[in-house]
């Protein structure tokens, strides 16, 4: 099973690599509620709990009235008004990817945004309106042709995404049902290269069908409890990676007080906790140096409100979460994307115990594909997980009740 | 001097000149070298872990030095009486009780490599035992039994562990020959070069795990792990395994040496 790298013309091996900026990130307080926003796929505006006005760009107070702006949901049609061409700037980020087309459009929900527009789009045009998220991490207005091709073929619309095609992927545990099915989804996601990494003591000979046989996807040693396989692995992969999808977990049943099982508990923190801060160690160097790095950690929504049931995998995870918010800190001066995909409770022999719906490893898997191209920091994927998700936002401590009553 | 002094005397000489040779018994202890791998309902063995505190650096600038961790059972390791149930309640069951004594004992080396080469799930049996006898002689008492099967040529492979769908394979003893070593011959205990002193597929056996089960339920020992054996004579060589002096533990990973005359050849 050799894996072909994607093909990349070589870079004479004596210029300075290229440095990567970002945009400007100084924001105040109401543009960082809309890149929050912006991270879950919302496409939200504010709008005056007195008089109802849609307003953009973010502010404190209704420009109308003076009152209070709440922040909802809107229609995400638009008109386009005007278009130009940025040929200069003095922005180091800007000027990397000049020219760069910028637009007016007439939001269905009011107001008029500059925007950052598709190559197909032109004065007149409807357009669907996208809350993305910049290099830098901050919520921006994508106006997308509502019908046509593929965005992905737009170098404008590549930014604010995480391109899969043709990329160089590692996958942490892909010997599990759910590394596995995100090797399968990497693959049909037309990944160029797959390394899939196996914690196993001896690496056994594959099924038929098992997605590891694809062409483009190697097997590597890589137990992420063990810092110096993780290295190893790292500086055996030959050549950089654009993105890595961090699959490992250790999910026992166990509580705090009541059969806390406290070895199980130790191998949850040693592989989810430890096991990222190795992993991102190793990573973070290759991924900072990639036009489109991205990292994802797939997360149990627990990780919001614990599971009593699940005490300690449930910490373990809530402490992943906390790590990936500084690890995204971190990042965002390289431009490198940093995902949380959340889901409930996975169809897999590690939640035999737990009652439907659960989430298929494939779905979960397509959710992972689904989130690089949509540009998301957070996705959820599953009712379960979406469920948790919007009572938490509405309501954190009533949902931690809720969920432990 | 006495004689025992003498003894010890022309040890230390032979050792200086070379007349006695040390061969060190023992794999390496790192991340990569594999553990005994259970069924998946039951707590698991921890590999050997390290991670760095200093090397001459900020956190220690004259100094390097690791944090380690792993399970009693990592590595090249002894098998204490109290690590099986037969064995809970045999006295100085525990590491920190082994006698002193226990620590030097002569090595009879039973070869079984071509039969493992054959069949690795070769089975030895008492009968197996008696020929061995016949041809070379009895086992004497109070000796280490090593089995030389050259499985340790396979250490950094996937055939060392040998797992399958249905467990792993690799050769061992059967009860009737583990209650001749340790009743009929008052072994000390049986060395071994692969991961455990019982046979890969030992525990679907009709009496399950024998060499586990009778050799701690007589307080003998086990070492697993071992590599070289087939640098030892079949008798003459004196064992020394000290394992470490942790409360109330099972077993211990350990350095272990053999003792052999004549120059390296």
Redesign the interface.
């Known amino acids: 099973m050799t894996a072909g790298r994607p093909y990349r013309p070589v870079r004479d091996p004596l210029t300075r690599p290229i440095e990567r900026h970002v945009p400007p990130a100084l924001r105040s307080r109401a543009m960082h509620a809309m890149s929050a926003h912006a991270a879950l796929g919302r496409f939200v505006l504010q709008h005056c709990t007195d008089c109802g006005a849609v307003t953009y760009p973010p502010r404190d107070i209704c420009p109308a009235c003076w009152g209070d702006l709440a922040w909802a949901d809107q229609a995400r049609g638009a008109t386009i008004l005007a278009e130009t061409v940025i040929r200069t700037t003095t922005d180091l980020y800007f000027q990397a990817h000049l020219p760069w087309r910028i637009g007016t459009a007439a939001l269905d929900a009011g107001p008029v945004a500059i925007v950052h527009l598709h190559r197909d789009l032109a004065v007149g045009d409807r357009a669907a309106m996208q809350l993305m998220l910049d290099k830098g991490g901050n919520a921006a207005l994508f106006a997308l042709p509502v019908q046509g091709e593929d965005p992905m073929a737009d170098p404008q619309w590549r930014e604010f995404v995480v391109p899969v095609h043709d990329r160089a992927v590692l996958v942490t545990d892909g010997d599990t049902a759910l590394g596995k099915a995100v090797v399968r989804a990497l693959v049909a996601a037309g990944a160029g290269a797959v390394f899939a990494g196996t914690s196993a ?4 000979a594959l099924a038929a069908d098992d997605p590891r046989r694809a062409a483009g996807v190697r097997q590597v040693p890589l ?1 992420l ?5 993780v290295a190893r692995c790292i500086a055996q992969l030959g050549g950089p990676i654009d993105i890595v999808v961090n699959t490992a977990r250790f999910v026992r049943p166990g509580g705090v007080r009541a059969d806390a099982g406290l ?1 199980h508990q130790k191998r949850a923190l040693d592989l989810g906790v430890l096991g990222l801060l190795r992993l991102a160690e190793a990573v973070a160097p290759i991924l900072a140096g990639r036009p489109a790095g991205a990292f994802v950690d797939i997360l149990s929504i627990h990780a919001l409100a614990g599971d009593a049931r699940f005490a300690g995998f449930s910490a373990a995870e809530a402490a992943r979460h906390s790590l990936l918010q500084s690890f995204r800190h971190e990042m965002r001066a390289a431009g490198v994307r940093v995902l949380a995909v959340f889901a409930g409770a996975i169809d897999d022999a590690d939640h035999q115990s737990q009652p439907s719906p659960r989430v298929a490893p494939a779905r979960l898997a397509q959710g992972v594909i689904d989130a690089l191209a949509l540009g998301r920091e957070q996705h959820c994927v599953g009712d379960v997980a979406r469920d948790l998700m919007d009572r938490w936002l509405a309501d954190p401590a009533t949902t931690l009740r809720e969920q432990n009553g | 001097m006495t004689g025992a002094a003498e003894t010890l005397a022309a040890l230390a000489g032979g050792l200086a000149d070379g007349t006695i040779r040390v061969v060190d018994l023992t794999n390496t202890l790192s991340p990569d070298f594999p553990v005994i791998v259970l069924p998946a309902e039951f707590g698991q063995c921890e590999p050997f872990r390290m991670e760095r505190v200093s090397r001459y650096d900020a956190d220690g600038p004259a100094w390097y030095w690791n944090n380690i961790s792993m399970n009693e059972h990592t590595g090249t390791h002894f098998d204490a009486p109290a690590h099986w149930i037969t064995g809970r309640d045999v006295p100085e069951g525990t590491v920190d009780r082994v006698v002193p004594r226990d620590f030097v004992h002569p090595a009879v080396v039973i070869d079984i490599s071509a039969e493992s080469a054959a069949d690795e799930d070769f089975i030895l049996t008492r009968a197996a035992l008696e020929r061995w006898e016949a041809q070379h002689g009895r086992i004497p008492p109070r000796h280490w039994v090593l089995l030389r099967t050259d499985w340790y040529k396979r250490v950094g492979t996937p055939e060392y562990l040998n797992l399958k769908d249905d467990g792993a394979h690799s050769p061992g003893p059967d009860g009737d020959a583990m209650r001749f070593l340790v009743h009929d011959r008052d072994c000390v205990g049986l060395g071994v070069e692969t991961v455990g002193t019982d046979a890969g597929q030992a525990s679907r056996f009709a009496e399950p795990l024998p060499a586990h089960s009778i050799l701690h339920g007589n307080g003998r020992f086990g070492l697993q792990c071992l590599t070289n054996l087939d640098k030892l004579p079949v008798f003459g060589s004196i064992i020394l395994a000290s394992p470490l002096k942790i409360e109330g533990g099972s077993g211990s990973p350990l350095r272990v040496v053999a003792l052999v005359a004549g120059r390296a050849g």
């Open positions: 003591p001896s690496v056994p137990d409890t063990d810092g110096r396989s070895l």
